[in-house]
């Protein structure tokens, strides 16, 4: 499976391609979409800041988006 969402790619670009994603982020508790540091934070920080593994994040949103 190639991957459409990594862990450096900056949380609001995420959720503006794949609006889908915002399951994900609600499912480990991050309200990215309103936070303001969303739009300069990649998800490995973002999910290091809350203490998650971004990998696991990042294969989550890769399954729900259908990335191939």
């Known amino acids: 499976m190639t991957e459409k969402v990594s ?5 609001m670009d995420i959720v503006n391609q794949y ?7 609600q ?3 991050l309200g990215c979409i309103g936070c303001a540091a969303a739009r300069f934070e990649n998800l490995d920080a973002g999910a290091r800041v809350h203490g998650f593994n971004a ?3 990042v294969k989550e949103i890769n399954e729900l988006i ?3």
């Open 55 to 57: 990998d696991d994040m």
């Open 19 to 25: 609006p889908q994603s915002i399951e994900i982020f």
């Open 27 to 29: 499912k480990y508790g």
């Open 7 to 11: 862990k450096d790619m900056n949380i």
């Open 66 to 68: 259908g990335a191939e």
